[in-house]
């Protein structure tokens, strides 16, 4: 059973880089046709997409973040990576890894931007 963990600090200063770490375990991130996403929800709104990267390696990314988002991975440790740069109070969210399309996700970490 592929599971999903997300990793990371719980709080984030204004203007400061959000990384957040995915371990996966059941399963590998390269196993072909897998998409591995990272997706929000704000206090009081529905989900984001935010980006992914595919079992390729190949990246894909919201519009409206794609400027200060980046996903990248590590297949030796079957992790995946969230960057979010230039974080703002309008960031904080609860942050979930998943492959959405075969139905895994992780349990989701709360992240707040504050100073």
């Known amino acids: 059973q592929v599971q999903l963990q997300e990793s990371g600090p719980g709080l984030v200063k204004p203007s400061q880089t959000l990384s957040l770490t995915c371990t996966v375990s059941?399963?590998?991130?390269?196993?072909?046709?897998?998409?591995w996403d990272w997706i929000r929800q704000s206090p009081g709104k529905g989900l984001e997409w935010m980006g992914a990267?595919?079992?390729?390696?190949?990246?894909y990314y919201s519009p409206s973040l794609r400027s200060r988002t980046s996903i990248s991975r590590d297949t030796s440790k079957n992790q995946f990576y969230l960057q979010l740069s230039s974080v703002t109070p309008e960031d904080t969210a609860v942050y979930y890894c998943?492959?959405?399309?075969?139905?895994?996700w992780g349990q989701g970490t709360q992240v707040t931007v504050s100073s």
């Open positions: 998943a492959s959405p399309t075969s139905g895994y």
């Open positions: 059941g399963g590998s991130i390269t196993t072909k046709d897998y998409s």
């Open positions: 990267i595919h079992y390729s390696g190949s990246t």
